[in-house]
């Protein structure tokens, strides 16, 4: 896997970050793209941003996050980033119901907003923590109803952080290869970059080995 920045790429994917305020979203984004976790709770003002490059089938795939703030103050800007997503990640705390009870708003927000396309991923973050206020149940049911894949993260111990950004990245390249998107239109969230060679492989292979099918809900919590 390689974590270094190029501005050549042979597909970029552009994904967006939304939930509540104070539920971990930056810190899943620092996690992800420098490893890096902070204590200190700081409020994202706006939008912020972060890449990362993985490579799938030899293909190099440039991963662009849009990390929102989810204070309401900000929705107006916010909800202009959620257009050409090709991936929205939608967070909760599993320490917090209220976050979790507004989940279905941010869902329909969401596809409001985003093209059809859009690939949408539950996470109910800081599964580290013994003070649980929603059950793994009750997510996975959420996220079935709503046809999403769900993880349970922590970006504080570093739990299914890569894996909900390897899952969702090896689903859009399968939908690449099955013609799901318009690719001539950048609304999709997609954008070909200068490297493709437009040879796509039916034998998709992410070169972290840990990633497998099946475990979205496995490797944690309590
Ligand atoms: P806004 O920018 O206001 O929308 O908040 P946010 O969703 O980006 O939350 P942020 O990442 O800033 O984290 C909020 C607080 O939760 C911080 O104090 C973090 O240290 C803490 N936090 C984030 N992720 C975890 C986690 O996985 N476990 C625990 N225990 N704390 C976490
Ligand atoms: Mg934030």
């Known amino acids: ?6 501005s050549n790429f042979n597909y970029l994917f552009k994904y967006i970050i939304i939930g ?5 979203k930056s810190n899943i984004l620092t996690r992800y793209t420098q490893d890096k976790f902070n204590e200190q709770y700081q409020a994202t003002i706006g939008v912020e941003f972060g890449a990362k490059n993985l490579t799938i089938n030899n293909q190099i795939i440039r991963i662009q996050v849009w990390d929102t ?3 309401e103050n900000f929705r107006s800007i916010t909800r202009a980033y ?3 997503s090709v991936c929205a990640i939608i967070v909760y705390d599993i320490s ?19 093209p059809e396309t859009v690939h949408l991923v539950l996470v109910g973050n800081k599964c580290d923590l013994d003070k649980r206020e929603v059950t793994k ?27 909900i950004f390897n899952k969702s990245a090896q689903t859009i390249y399968d939908n690449i290869e099955k013609g799901f998107y318009d690719l001539n239109n950048e609304n999709c969230g997609i954008k ?5 060679n437009n040879n796509l492989s039916n034998n998709i292979q992410l070169d972290n080995n840990n990633f497998g099918p099946n475990n979205f809900i496995e490797g ?3």
């Open 1 to 6: 896997m390689s974590n270094s920045i190029s």
């Open 20 to 24: 509540d305020s104070n539920v971990g």
């Open 69 to 71: 703030a989810g204070q």
């Open 82 to 84: 959620y257009k050409n």
């Open 96 to 114: 917090n119901r209220d976050s979790f009870n507004s989940i279905q708003n941010w869902i329909e927000d969401c596809k409001m907003q985003s």
């Open 137 to 163: 149940e009750e997510g996975l049911e959420l996220a079935n109803k709503n046809s999403m894949v769900f993880f349970e993260s922590s970006a504080k111990d570093n739990i299914n952080i890569i894996e």
């Open 192 to 196: 070909i970059g200068v490297m493709n």
């Open 220 to 222: 944690c919590c309590r």
